[in-house]
């Protein structure tokens, strides 16, 4: 794959991906509903060693997450674009789809934490859906 770019909104933050994703997930959990504005959340997820900063720095907002640990949310200090996220002890980087400058040729592989879903969040048809975070690796973020 060739190196993937993104950013926020106002461009203060940029990052780039120089490797392949680990997998695309649509999270349905409550603080991903916070963070996107009510939608779930699409991620992909980036091997930690293929995931770069280029450009400014993001603040992260640090809440509990599902396993207990710490879940870092990383945004635009200046435009608030959520941009990604950092699950405890994970090999990867979950980035926002819409943090991404092309994110077209991207396909969502699963819905994780579906139990916190309102009756209006749409569902893709076929996807295996779990209710909390997946069994087994990778581990999803939340
Ligand atoms: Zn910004
Ligand atoms: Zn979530």
Same mark, same amino acid.
């Given at each position: 794959? *060739?190196?993937? !770019? $993104? #950013?926020?909104? +106002?461009? *203060?933050?940029?990052?780039?991906?120089? $490797?392949?994703?680990? #997998?695309? =997930?649509? +999270?349905?959990?409550?603080?991903?509903?916070?963070?996107? #504005? $009510? $939608? %779930?959340?699409?991620?992909?997820?980036?091997?930690?060693?293929?995931?770069?900063?280029?450009?400014? &720095?993001?603040?992260?907002?640090?809440?509990?997450?599902?396993? =207990? =640990?710490?879940? #870092?949310? *990383?945004?635009? %200090?200046? +435009?608030?674009?959520?941009?990604?996220s950092l699950p405890p002890n994970? /090999?990867? !980087?979950?980035?926002?789809l819409g943090a991404l400058d092309?994110?077209?040729?991207?396909?969502?592989?699963?819905?994780?934490?579906?139990?916190? *879903?309102?009756?209006?969040?749409?569902?893709? &048809? =076929?996807?295996?859906?779990?209710?909390?975070?997946?069994?087994?690796? /990778?581990?999803? %973020?939340?």
């Amino acid at each position: 794959m *060739a190196e993937r !770019t $993104g #950013g926020c909104a +106002c461009g *203060a933050v940029r990052f780039k991906v120089t $490797g392949p994703f680990m #997998g695309v =997930g649509v +999270c349905h959990c409550t603080d991903c509903q916070k963070a996107s #504005g $009510g $939608g %779930p959340n699409y991620v992909a997820l980036a091997p930690n060693d293929a995931f770069e900063v280029t450009k400014g &720095e993001a603040r992260i907002y640090r809440s509990k997450g599902d396993s =207990g =640990g710490d879940v #870092g949310r *990383a945004f635009c %200090p200046n +435009c608030g674009t959520p941009l990604w996220s950092l699950p405890p002890n994970a /090999p990867f !980087t979950p980035i926002k789809l819409g943090a991404l400058d092309d994110s077209s040729d991207l396909t969502p592989m699963l819905h994780l934490y579906t139990s916190s *879903a309102p009756p209006w969040h749409l569902m893709h &048809e =076929g996807l295996p859906a779990f209710p909390k975070a997946p069994p087994g690796p /990778p581990p999803m %973020p939340n």
